[in-house]
């Protein structure tokens, strides 16, 4: 049976289906993307009103239907940029080209005429016919590219200064692990930056166990929940060139992704505590050394009619009993005198005049001079010397001065027995003269070993205190550098070194050693 209301239902949906239509039309010309649908020959079969609007002079109120006409059945490139091809001129970066050749979508970025534009193609299903047709759309995106580029640009910038900072940088997360270190830390820890990325915080930075876990808590909890800015914490740690002392300023950062980080920034102090202790030491040596000459020069005339009475009782006395007094009193008077004069050589030392100087000939010069004190303690002298030593430009009497103040100290350290070894020799990398001082003697503790330098410190029961303050002072004054090394048990080694003057020879290619 017929239904009466089929020409009206079939009415209704033809007007539905066309009022989607326009609706569907109406959307698409609302969006503010070019958009075009071609044929396998880049013909233009259909574009939207952004189109129109964007690639002709016609105003928005002037569009018509055959505005639209204008772009049917042009090349869409000649169309779009004026010109066949021309963003294109390999084909084989051509989006449209890639996907009627592959049927895949395909995408790709130009610049053209100071514009930069993305254009995307899909493929599309043409009803009724064989031929492939593509949908193309265009889009505008020199405004959003130049921000992009400015931000890059700032993001350089930033990476440039981080890199370049005078101190080091270190960034950590919340687990106290590093995400970002600067130069400066690769240049302090010797340890790349991109091996520092991943490490725990006391991986690198190797904080003492007495503070260790104190320091790691107070860091994540001031992470988690902390003011913006720590005070400056101040920690001794070891690093690859020995001890350093560092101070770290530590800041709470919150980053894009909201998750809390801290940027700590760690200054290197060591040289700077370093060169506090030297004026430090020159100032107590400045103001002992008013002292001493004041109090040394009191004692001189006291103490030298004592020592020349001694010397007359001793020639006119014959009673062995007295004689051992006074031969007593005449030692000490002795000892006393090369105290005093210790005492007024470091507080006045003589200037250093200067020349080219032969240090293996001063070293055996000062060996065979102490021969004699060594061999009654029964310690074998011995040098093992670099024949081809360059001259250094120096005071022969200072190092004569260094040289006996340390073998006298190695012979009275070591045993009956034992060994001390003057060596020399020449760095060729660093143009550095080298002088060792090696005993076989008991070595110094390491508490000793850090004063040992100091004025009026000594470990001997009679000791001044003052021979390695002056050797030190000497051969700073040489433009040296002094450093000893001692094992309890095992004995000591004292190492001088010397920077080699422009002007002193160069040793030959032949090089060697002696023993004796």
């Not at 720590?230 to 740690?237: D, E, G, K």
């Not at 350093?244 to 290197?268: F, K």
């Not at 660093?430 to 410190?457: H, L, M, R, W």
Request: hydrophobic share 40%; proline share 5%; with cysteine.
């Amino acid at each position: 049976m017929k239904d009466d209301n089929e020409p009206k239902t079939r009415s209704n949906l033809f007007n539905t289906i066309l009022k989607s239509k326009m609706l569907l039309q109406n959307a698409i010309d609302g969006i503010d993307d070019c958009i075009l649908i071609v044929d396998q020959d880049l013909r233009i079969l259909w574009a939207n009103l952004s189109t129109i609007l964007y690639f002709t002079n016609i105003r928005a109120e002037d569009i018509t239907a055959k505005s639209f006409q204008k772009a049917l059945g042009k090349h869409c490139y000649r169309f779009l940029f004026d010109a066949t091809d021309p963003p294109f001129r390999n084909r084989a970066l051509c989006p449209l080209r890639t996907l009627f050749h592959t049927g895949q979508p395909a995408t790709a970025t130009i610049s053209y005429h100071n514009k930069i534009y993305e254009l995307i193609t899909y493929p599309m299903q043409s009803t009724g016919s064989t031929q492939k047709v593509a949908i193309l759309i265009l889009r505008d995106i020199t405004e959003s590219s130049r921000s992009q580029d400015q931000k890059d640009e700032m993001l350089a910038i930033h990476h440039v200064m981080i890199q370049t900072l005078p101190i080091g940088l270190l960034m950590v997360n919340p687990e106290m692990r590093i995400t970002l270190a600067n130069k400066q830390i690769e240049h302090l820890f010797k340890i790349p930056a991109s091996k520092c990325r991943g490490l725990h915080l006391n991986e690198l930075l190797r904080f003492p166990e007495s503070i260790r876990d104190d320091m790691i808590n107070q860091l994540k909890t001031h992470c988690r929940t902390g003011k913006p800015i720590l005070p400056a914490q101040l920690a001794s740690i070891p690093a690859m060139d020995g001890q350093i002392v560092i101070q770290m300023q530590i800041s709470r950062i919150r980053a894009s992704d909201n998750n809390p980080s801290l940027t700590i920034l760690i200054n290197n102090l060591t040289d700077e505590m370093v060169l506090k202790e030297h004026i430090a030491f020159n100032l107590l040596s400045n103001e002992i050394g008013n002292i001493t000459q004041r109090v040394s020069r009191e004692l001189r005339n006291p103490l030298g009619i004592i020592r020349g009475f001694a010397e007359h009782l001793l020639t006119t006395v014959d009673d062995p009993e007295t004689r051992k007094d006074i031969e007593a009193i005449h030692a000490q008077a002795i000892r006393t005198h090369d105290c005093i004069n210790n005492l007024m050589e470091f507080a006045q030392p003589a200037e250093i005049g200067c020349q080219d100087v032969d240090l293996n000939t001063v070293i055996e010069r000062v060996v065979k001079y102490q021969e004699f004190e060594a061999l009654s303690a029964k310690v074998h002298l011995e040098t093992e010397l670099e024949t081809q030593l360059p001259r250094l430009y120096t005071s022969e009497v200072a190092m004569r001065q260094v040289l006996l103040n340390l073998i006298q100290n190695g012979i009275q350290a070591t045993p009956s027995g034992g060994r001390v070894i003057t060596r020399s020799r020449f760095d060729a990398e660093t143009k550095t003269i080298e002088i060792s001082v090696v005993d076989t003697g008991e070595g110094i503790d390491p508490a000793d070993q850090k004063v040992i330098f100091n004025p009026f410190y000594s470990t001997k029961p009679n000791g001044s205190g003052l021979g390695l303050a002056i050797v030190k002072d000497l051969v700073e004054k040489s433009r040296g550098s002094i450093e000893m090394m001692s094992s309890k048990g095992l004995g000591t080694v004292v190492k001088l070194r010397f920077p080699l003057s422009d002007a002193a020879p160069q040793p030959g290619e032949a090089e060697g050693k002696e023993t004796r």
